[in-house]
């Protein structure tokens, strides 16, 4: 029981995408090259002092380029399957807005997993400030329209590889956000990027060009929006 306690913690702890395995590792190392450079047994050999300098010194490179790297994408956001909650965090700040939202996805599992996310969506729906494009409604997003939600289903003949949400979609200036996963299993990883209309202009107008294809070419129900 207490390994498995201990396991689970360090899976937790882990990193779970490529870049930031490589800051830890470069770390991990970087602090065991030192702990061997003070130790006098070790540190009387010259030649094995400056190996293990050089190591030490390439381990602080990749340190410094992959922190930097993520300094620059402030947007990006790397989930693991032990961080779901804070997925839902995520979601919950994204959707609890005042704007009209669309919502891009397969079947909005995370949603209807969620009390508070279900919440969200229906006095959005209220203020018919929602839109969903989902592959197969279900008794929960009938629902939804019912109570002022434009809810658009595109049919099985279609599995999307992302999943996207567009905040401010009716509006001229949109946020938007794009998720997918990677890996599977314990190494499966999720990735959120932020986009803002403002700076990302080219990548939001192609989700919006996107929804308004499906919506007018593909969708079962509705109409353009």
């Not at 207490?2 to 970087?30: C, E, H, M, N």
């Not at 993520?70 to 790397?78: A, E, G, L, R, V």
């Not at 997993?113 to 018919?128: E, G, P, S, T």
């Not at 969903?132 to 289903?153: M, N, R, T």
């Amino acid at each position: 029981m207490w390994g498995r306690k201990v396991k689970q913690s360090l899976k937790t702890l882990y990193p779970a995408d490529k870049q930031r395995r490589i800051v830890f590792w470069s770390q991990i190392v970087g602090i065991i090259l030192i702990f061997i450079l003070i130790t006098p047994i070790f540190s009387q050999n010259q030649t094995f002092v400056y190996i293990l300098l050089t190591i030490l010194i390439f381990c602080i490179y990749l340190y410094s380029i992959f922190l930097n790297r993520d300094k620059s994408n402030p947007k990006i956001h790397y989930y693991n399957n032990n961080n779901w909650g804070d997925i839902v965090d995520f979601m919950k700040n994204w959707l609890n807005t005042d704007s009209y939202v669309m919502v891009f996805s397969r079947d909005l599992s995370i949603v209807e997993k969620n009390n508070d996310l279900k919440n969200i969506c229906v006095r959005k729906a209220k203020n018919n400030e929602i839109g969903v494009c989902i592959q197969k409604s279900s008794a929960f997003f009938d629902d939804l329209k019912q109570k002022g939600a434009d809810v658009y289903e595109y049919g099985d003949d279609f599995t999307p590889l992302t999943r996207f949400t567009i905040v401010g979609y009716k509006r001229g200036k949109s946020s938007l956000a794009i998720g997918h996963t990677s890996g599977a299993g314990a190494n499966k990883t999720h990735t959120i990027i932020e986009y803002d209309e403002g700076t990302d202009s080219e990548v939001a107008n192609l989700a919006k060009d996107l929804i308004r294809l499906i919506v007018d070419k593909v969708c079962k129900q509705g109409s353009a929006v």
